[in-house]
């Protein structure tokens, strides 16, 4: 079991670029997120799929979009990249959300992006 | 929306000390609590997760509690070493999102 594999580990773009990330998990996993991680900031939500078809805005989704492809993969989309976007950028996974139900969240190892 | 708060940001301790860390979050209701351990420069590796029907949760040198009436988790540390530096974070989740704290940066001085 690769876990959530992420790709590509870095990237430099310049402003106006457009890229997209790619996060895949191969724990069968119905729900997929991305965060974005800056100093000071924690952890922030850009966009979560809670199933497979299904796509929702987080805490900061402006500038971003997403696709959930199938029930695997969860890609990231910057379409017109901006000095404000530099940041870490985490996807994860849990089986599915729920109360009393041990439902882990499993991330991946980040892509470091920096908009130039 | 759910706050969640670490403190303190920052903990240097000497090896063999225990010690605890704190999390609060605003909103009690929540599903469970999950702590996590970032390494620098990697990503986020899972701890422990308290479900919102039980108290606490263990594994091996770490004990992690949750009061969801005050608001609060808590992660004992055990017989610290300085393999266990590291920055931890507590996550609450509400429904499909989970809400971080900005963590609190470990540091066991051999």
């Known amino acids: 079991n690769a876990g959530v594999t992420q790709t590509p580990k870095f990237q430099v773009l310049k402003t106006g670029q457009s890229m997209t990330l790619q996060c895949a998990q191969d724990?069968?996993?119905?729900?997929m997120y991305w965060y974005r991680q800056d100093p000071g900031m924690g952890l922030r939500l850009i966009y979560y799929?809670?199933?497979?078809?299904?796509?929702d805005k987080g805490e900061v989704p402006n500038g971003y979009n997403v696709s959930r492809l199938n029930k695997r993969e969860f890609s990231l989309r910057l379409e017109s990249a901006a000095p404000s976007q530099t940041s870490v950028y985490f996807c994860?996974?849990?089986?599915?959300?729920?109360?009393?139900?041990?439902?882990?969240?499993?991330f991946g190892p980040g892509t470091r992006l920096t908009v130039l | 929306k759910q706050e969640v708060t670490q403190i303190p940001a920052a903990l240097s301790v000497p090896e063999g000390e225990n010690l605890v860390l704190n999390c609060s979050f605003t909103?009690?209701?929540?599903?469970?609590l999950q702590w996590f351990r970032q390494d620098p420069g990697k990503g986020l590796t899972s701890l422990l997760l308290?479900?919102?029907?039980?108290r606490e949760q263990t594994s091996g040198r770490l004990n992690a509690s949750l009061d969801k009436s005050s608001g609060r988790s808590t992660l004992y540390i055990a017989a610290s070493q300085p393999g266990d530096s590291a920055t931890y974070l507590c996550?609450?989740?509400?429904?499909?999102?989970?809400?971080f704290g900005t963590g609190t940066s470990l540091t066991v001085i051999p």
């Open positions: 994860a996974s849990r089986s599915r959300p729920g109360p009393n139900s041990y439902n882990e969240q499993f």
């Open positions: 724990m069968n996993h119905n729900s």
């Open positions: 799929s809670a199933s497979e078809g299904t796509t």
């Open positions: 909103d009690s209701a929540i599903y469970n």
């Open positions: 308290i479900q919102s029907s039980q």
């Open positions: 996550a609450a989740t509400t429904g499909n999102q989970f809400y």
